[in-house]
T-cell receptor, first 113, second 115 residues
Framework: AQSVTQPDIHITVSEGASLELRCNYS??????LFWYVQSPGQGLQLLLK??????LVQGIKGFEAEFKRSQSSFNLRKPSVHWSDAAEYFC???????????FGTGTRLTIIP | DAMVIQNPRYQVTQFGKPVTLSCSQT?????MYWYQQKSSQAPKLLFH???????NEADTPDNFQSRRPNTSFCFLDIRSPGLGDAAMYLC??????????????FGPGTRLTVL
């Protein structure tokens, strides 16, 4: 069965610093990968997704993610974080033939001045 | 703006008292999903509708039911809420069911409290 691991439960970053959130998946076939962000008390918003092609994917709000097949990873990055980026970030995986989106357990991002 | 709307945003119910949560969408999407998200956990898919076809997850308790009277609306019914059902309930939609690869658009959620 497919699974997603986000090894960092909570990350604290200074405003203006760079950010990398880790995501690893487990499945035999090529996955379809997503990053969602959830602000407190809100629903999930799609940041970016990878289906095929260029392994470096650009998303909204200045985020990008890189698919590395050899490492089964899809890490999310941002060169300079803003206080408004404080939220919960979820990595998710799906694959063709299964309509189910499987989420990781999330990484809570705290921004300090 | 086209949106996914959930009502109410906050719902308080008593142990064992049936409750219904509502979701509506203006995206005209074929697929509607219901997720349960407990505190500090990942969203967990309960079931989804592809048009009128209902698809239940194997581990979704019988206590949870759903109705989709038309394309725009979908309801989540909890027949006898227990304390363990307190959670955020998220509704999502997607245009089509392409193996889960179609982008899902989420509503803001309904936070359910069970007293």
């Amino acid at each position: 069965a497919q699974s997603v691991t986000q090894p960092d439960i909570h990350i604290t970053v200074s405003e203006g610093a760079s950010l990398e959130l880790r995501c690893n998946y487990s499945y035999g076939a090529t996955p379809y990968l997503f990053w969602y962000v959830q602000s407190p008390g809100q629903g999930l918003q799609l940041l970016l997704k990878y289906f095929s092609g260029d392994t470096l994917v650009q998303g909204i709000k200045g985020f990008e993610a890189e698919f590395k097949r050899s490492q089964s990873s899809f890490n999310l990055r941002k060169p300079s974080v803003h206080w408004s980026d404080a939220a919960e970030y979820f990595c998710a995986v799906a694959f063709f033939g299964n309509e189910k989106l499987t989420f990781g357990t999330g990484t809570r991002l705290t921004i300090i001045p | 703006d086209a949106m996914v709307i959930q009502n109410p945003r906050y719902q308080v119910t008593q142990f064992g008292k049936p409750v219904t949560l509502s979701c509506s969408q203006t995206l005209n999407h074929n697929v509607m999903y219901w997720y349960q998200q407990k505190s500090s956990q990942a969203p967990k898919l309960l079931f989804h509708y592809y048009d009128k076809d209902f698809n239940n997850e194997a581990d979704t308790p019988d206590n949870f039911q759903s109705r989709r009277p038309n394309t725009s609306f979908c309801f989540l019914d909890i027949r006898s809420p227990g304390l363990g059902d307190a959670a955020m309930y998220l509704c999502a939609t997607s245009r089509d069911q392409q193996g889960g690869t179609d982008t899902q658009y989420f509503g803001p959620g309904t936070r359910l409290t069970v007293l």
